[in-house]
């Protein structure tokens, strides 16, 4: 039988599709109860006061740099090893993006070429958890304590963190921790995605948690994001459908990236099922470590001390393998049934990115990565035979 491994589908049981509707036979799929309840588990889960459900980790980015007031003139740094939003997010406002290398072998940003980075424009650092594991926190805050002298506010909210701000691109870490930090409290700010392909789905959507700031009311903050989520309304669409309470204001310009509930419900349901999960992708990943270790094989470092990945892909880099022959394994693969997919081609290598005047060649270590990096399937769907096929294929195509 011909064999046929999707590379990253949603596990949806009965429990989504009856939460789906539940709401659609609510009368109410927008913005409303459900979603609530999901901000509140999310919450609870990052161990922060409050938590705000959006369309897309990238509005969540988006939103979070202009609530820091960030725009024309400034800087935000990110790596130069992630998936476009991280740094497109920073040009929407206006800002510059300055992309930093990898660590040597390293799939996380720098650490020492972030400390580089920073000048008297800089405002953010977006530091990208990629593949389940976290950027250590500590040392990022650790960076920016260090350059206080550099740092020059331009907003109250900046006035009052008294330092850049670091936010975390936890698209891929949801239900990680590091260090005794859960992702979602381990950065100022931590925005995430449940798109379709990540570990806890709404299909679309994200969300973005942050650490309450000495001065700065978290219902403030929080109410900051809703307006700015719903083309800076003073009232939501629930509110406004109590009798006689149509009127409202419009205090901010705002965009339209709020979560409905029929997309809530979906990650409700996910989140009951969030352990199993984790647990599952835990079997599949020590059954690639069994199957796949030795020299021929970079494996991800998913697991460390102090670390517990979200794991979320697992990236694996053929030993002195280049552009060329990676392709070819890719194609093979496929030949083979099995689909894979690169993780990332680092953003100095696309149009967009070399137009605003940035070259791979600066970059040795992200493009390192990216030469001889294949991401094999890492599903709650696989079965155990699946995972014993993937990595035979693998080895077999690779040799």
């Known amino acids: 039988m011909d064999e046929n491994i999707a590379f990253s589908p949603p596990d949806i049981s009965e429990k989504e599709i009856d939460a789906v509707t539940e709401v659609l036979r609510s009368g109410w799929i927008t913005t409303g109860s459900k979603t609530k309840e999901f901000e509140h588990l999310i ?5 922060t006061e409050r938590a705000v459900c959006l369309n897309s980790a990238t509005s969540a980015l988006g939103l979070t740099l202009r609530i820091l007031g960030i725009g024309r003139g400034d800087e935000v740094i990110t790596t130069a090893y992630t998936y476009s939003a991280s740094a497109s997010v920073i ?4 800002a510059k993006p300055v992309l930093v290398d990898t660590a040597p072998g390293s799939f996380l940003l720098d650490y020492n070429a972030v400390e580089r980075a920073v000048t008297e424009k800089t405002k953010a650092i977006i530091a990208v958890d990629v593949a389940g594991m976290m950027c250590d926190y500590n040392r990022l805050v650790q960076i920016t304590q260090a350059k206080m002298g550099l ?3 331009k907003s109250g909210l900046q006035q009052a963190m008294g330092r850049l701000a670091v936010i975390a691109d936890a698209a891929h870490s949801f239900g990680a921790e590091y260090n005794g930090q859960v992702s979602g409290s381990a950065a100022d700010f931590s925005c995430f995605s449940f798109h379709a392909v990540k570990n806890l789905t709404t ?17 403030e903050l929080y109410h900051l994001y809703m307006l700015f989520s719903l083309h800076g309304q ?17 205090v901010a310009l705002g965009f339209k990236c709020n979560m409905p509930d029929i997309l809530a419900a979906v990650g409700l349901a996910q989140f009951e099922r969030f352990p199993s999960f984790l647990q599952r992708r835990l079997e599949i990943v020590k059954g690639y470590e069994a199957a796949l270790g030795g020299s021929r094989f970079i494996l991800p470092q998913h697991f460390a001390e102090g670390m517990r990945s979200s794991l979320h892909l697992y990236p694996v880099r053929l030993k002195d393998a280049d552009e060329k022959q990676r392709n070819q394994v890719i194609n093979r693969m496929a030949e083979g049934g099995v689909s894979t997919n690169v993780h990332y081609k680092p953003l100095p290598m696309f149009t967009a990115y070399k137009r605003l005047g940035f070259k791979i060649q600066d970059f040795p270590n ?15 769907l696989l079965s155990d035979d699946d995972v ?9 195509v690779s040799g």
């Open 43 to 47: 919450a609870e889960y990052c161990g």
């Open 91 to 94: 040009c929407h406002v206006g």
């Open 151 to 153: 740092f020059r506010p």
């Open 203 to 219: 299909s679309e959507g994200g969300a973005v948690t942050w650490k309450t700031i000495e001065g700065v009311s978290n219902e």
């Open 234 to 250: 003073s009232k939501d669409a629930f509110e406004k459908t109590l009798l006689g309470n149509w009127e409202y204001d419009i």
């Open 366 to 380: 992200a493009f390192a990565q990216y030469q001889n990096e294949l991401t094999l399937p890492l599903h709650t």
């Open 388 to 396: 014993a096929y993937v990595a035979d294929t693998l080895k077999k």
